[in-house]
Structure formats: structure tokens, C-alpha cells
């Protein structure tokens, strides 16, 4: 049997071209601002962190995880581009919420790394905890802030969150974060078993793990939307 030659690359079109008939392509003019701002407040985690190892191994199993130190996290932010991402996401946005905007990219990509490909890929009790820290910050609003970095970025951008948003909109994206999160345990588990989910299976986790439900409600805050608390529309 002779097996069909493949190309030895693929080139897409320019996609950003294509929907551009349609589509304006426009950037948040606050996007500069918005990503000093957010920097500085990155930044606090990473200097930090040291300081914050021991508390976490006094109430965590977490031997050595930490944020990034200053060259991982030069090529986090400056690789990731997220505040051009950002500001080509919520063009429409005032500076507070792209600043939560941005915080919300920083938070979820840092957090998602840590149990995709990080540390924690496959440590689901490890996962299991940092999961439980940030149930306690949705559940406990008005409890200090966590000495865990992850969940003390969580805290803070939830903070923000309640300051600025609709009710609809916090509530939509808690839902969605709960699936999220609860998502990735289930992930790192079945790695460290190395467990392979059905089709079935991987599609309804994955949709979970992506973390779009998410991304959507931070639109709907991005616009300062105030839709019914009733799920009157779905964006699935």
C-alpha cells in the first residue's frame, strides 16, 4: 500500500485580511496604559514569590512552584503579547476594565501553563489544593488574601471584578471559572494514570479546559454589558 505523500508545509491564508472586509480591525487607544498597569501589578507576584514559598509549604504539598523567575518572565510578557491581544480584543473597553482584562489574561495563561504543561501537569492532589484555595476566595470574599500566588492573583482580579462589573457578569464567570477549574484536576488526573478519555469524554472536558466560557463573560464585562441574570441567550 502506498502511502500518500504529504506536503512538507502548510501556509494559511491571512485570515485577519479576509474578515478585514468585513470586520474592522481596531485597537484599544488605552492600550499602552492598560499594560504598564498591569505590569506593575505582575510584577508584585514575581519579586514576591520567594517570600511566599514557605507559607505555601506550610498549608500546601507544593514543593517549589512559583510564578517566574525575572527570564521566564520576560518571555512571558513579551512573547505573549498580551496587551496587544488584549487590546485588540476589547477595542471598546475603558482603561479600568482593559486593565482587568489584562489582568485576566495574565492570571488565566499563567494558571493554565502551571497544569498544562507546567509543574502540575500531572499532580492532581497538587492541582486538587490550588483548586480548593480559590473556592475559598469565590466562597470568602471578604477573607485575606491568599499567600498562594496563583489564587492571590485570582483574589485580585475578582476584587476588580465586583468593583466594576454587572452582576450578570461576575455570576457568569464564576459558573464558568468553576468549570474551568475543576476541569483541570480532571485533566491532571487522568495524566498521572496516564488515562486516555473517550471521545466522547475529551470533547466535554476539553470545551471545560479551554476555559471559553470565560473568555466570553470577560467580553460581556469588557463592554459593560448588563444583561438578565436569566440565561436568556447562550453563547454555546
Given at each position: 500500500m502506498i502511502s500518500p505523500a504529504l506536503p512538507s508545509q502548510f501556509c494559511l491564508q491571512d485570515l485577519a485580511a479576509i474578515t478585514g472586509r468585513v470586520c474592522e480591525l481596531r485597537v484599544n487607544r488605552y492600550q499602552a496604559e492598560a499594560d504598564r498597569e498591569a505590569r506593575t501589578w505582575f510584577d508584585r507576584f514575581v519579586v514576591s514569590i520567594n517570600s511566599s514559598l514557605s507559607c505555601m509549604k506550610a498549608t500546601l504539598s507544593f514543593p517549589s512552584i512559583g510564578l517566574y523567575d525575572d527570564r521566564k518572565k520576560s518571555k512571558f510578557l513579551n512573547y505573549g503579547k498580551f496587551d496587544l491581544f488584549a487590546a485588540l480584543s476589547f477595542p471598546d473597553a475603558d482603561l479600568k476594565h482593559l486593565v482587568t482584562c489584562l489582568i485576566f489574561f495574565?492570571?488565566?495563561?499563567?494558571?493554565?501553563?502551571?497544569?498544562?504543561?507546567?509543574?502540575?501537569?500531572?499532580?492532581?492532589?497538587?492541582?486538587?489544593?490550588?483548586?480548593?484555595?480559590s473556592v475559598r476566595v469565590v466562597n470568602e470574599p471578604g477573607a485575606p488574601r491568599p499567600e498562594y500566588p496563583y489564587a492571590a492573583m485570582f483574589y485580585d482580579?475578582?476584587?476588580?471584578?465586583?468593583?466594576?462589573?454587572?452582576?450578570?457578569?461576575?455570576?457568569?464567570?464564576?459558573?464558568?471559572?468553576?468549570?474551568?477549574?475543576?476541569?483541570?484536576?480532571?485533566?491532571?488526573?487522568?495524566?498521572?494514570?496516564?488515562?486516555?478519555?473517550?471521545?466522547?469524554?475529551?470533547?466535554?472536558?476539553?470545551?471545560?479546559?479551554?476555559?471559553?466560557?470565560?473568555?466570553?463573560?470577560?467580553?460581556?464585562?469588557?463592554?459593560?454589558?448588563?444583561?438578565?441574570?436569566?440565561?436568556?441567550?447562550?453563547?454555546?
Open positions: 495574565f492570571w488565566a495563561f499563567s494558571t493554565d501553563d502551571l497544569s498544562d504543561e507546567g509543574d502540575l501537569q500531572s499532580r492532581p492532589d497538587d492541582v486538587q489544593a490550588g483548586h480548593e484555595v482580579l475578582l476584587q476588580r471584578f465586583r468593583e466594576t462589573s454587572t452582576p450578570g457578569a461576575y455570576k457568569r464567570f464564576i459558573r464558568a471559572w468553576e468549570e474551568w477549574s475543576g476541569s483541570q484536576v480532571t485533566q491532571s488526573r487522568n495524566r498521572s494514570q496516564d488515562r486516555i478519555p473517550s471521545v466522547d469524554e475529551f470533547i466535554l472536558m476539553r470545551r471545560a479546559t479551554i476555559g471559553g466560557a470565560m473568555v466570553e463573560a470577560i467580553v460581556e464585562y469588557s463592554l459593560d454589558l448588563d444583561l438578565p441574570d436569566e440565561d436568556l441567550c447562550s453563547f454555546n
